[in-house]
């Protein structure tokens, strides 16, 4: 569960445990106030182990490949293969408090974290 309270234009990252298998989402604000939610690893980095993102500034960058990201850009897909693997509104649910992703989904998510460190 993320609260909506906690999301900014800095990307905030939330770890979590699905069935023994540690993962990390992380949720922010675009240019446009919209929340974007995705998880901290990358759509083809992620084998690697270091596919993941940490912050520069309110900018995510690929610690595999270095690519920088905005909030804006979370989603919009693939930037020569790098680009955060995005969970999309189908995919969580929103109340005036609170995000949640669902269990199914991140269960169904899990080999992305395989290599993930």
């Known amino acids: 569960m993320i609260p909506l309270s906690e999301i900014s234009k800095t990307a905030k ?3 979590i445990n699905v069935d023994g298998t540690a993962m990390e989402v992380f949720a922010v ?3 446009s106030g919209n929340i974007k ?3 901290n690893t990358c ?7 270091n596919g993941r993102y940490e912050l520069e500034g309110t900018d995510l960058v690929c610690q595999n490949c270095g690519f920088h990201f905005t909030a804006d850009q979370v989603g ?3 930037n020569g293969g790098c680009s955060p693997w995005a969970i999309k509104e189908g995919e969580r649910t929103q109340t005036d408090e609170n ?3 669902a269990y199914d989904f991140l269960v169904s998510s899990k080999d992305i974290f395989a290599n993930w460190r």
Do not use: N, R, V
């Open 37 to 39: 939610t995705a998880f």
């Open 43 to 49: 759509q083809s980095c992620y084998s690697s182990g």
């Open 29 to 31: 604000k675009d240019s």
């Open 99 to 101: 995000i949640t992703i």
């Open 76 to 78: 919009q897909g693939a």
């Open 13 to 15: 990252f939330h770890p």
